[in-house]
């Protein structure tokens, strides 16, 4: 599994950049998830073997929160990209969700639904 992290919505071109930054020394790949592909399930979306591209999406859907998937990270990594937004000053991102056997089977628009509850849940 390459060690990667999927992004969503990072549209301030100063913001992406910041994430680039912190991200690139750290050797982890960085994918911006377009909107037309919110409908693949993440497991395809992720390179991961076994997922295919879907050609018969179940409607449209989009969503405006930046969203973050790290995927094949140890905790060490994870500590060390949460450290770098702090030291750069980077806004984190809220939605964020490591890759799972589980949820690499759903498409974005379901994890996004899952992640929105549960922040909703926890700041409530």
Known sequence: MKKQILLYNIKDKKRALDI???????KIR???INESDFGQP??????????????????????????MIMVGLTGFEIDQIIKGFHKKRIV?????AILT????????????????????????
Request: charged residues 35%; glycine residues 6%; contains cysteine.
């Open 92 to 96: 984190g991102i809220p939605l964020k």
């Open 101 to 124: 056997e589980e949820n690499q089977k759903w498409d974005s628009r379901k994890l996004y639904e899952n992640l929105r509850d549960e922040h909703a849940k926890m700041h409530s």
């Open 42 to 67: 993440i497991g395809y979306l992720a390179d991961i073997d076994g997922f295919e591209f879907c050609e018969n999406l179940s409607g449209d859907f989009s969503f405006d929160d930046e969203m």
């Open 30 to 32: 960085i994918k911006q």
């Open 20 to 26: 680039r930054r912190v991200l690139m020394p750290l």
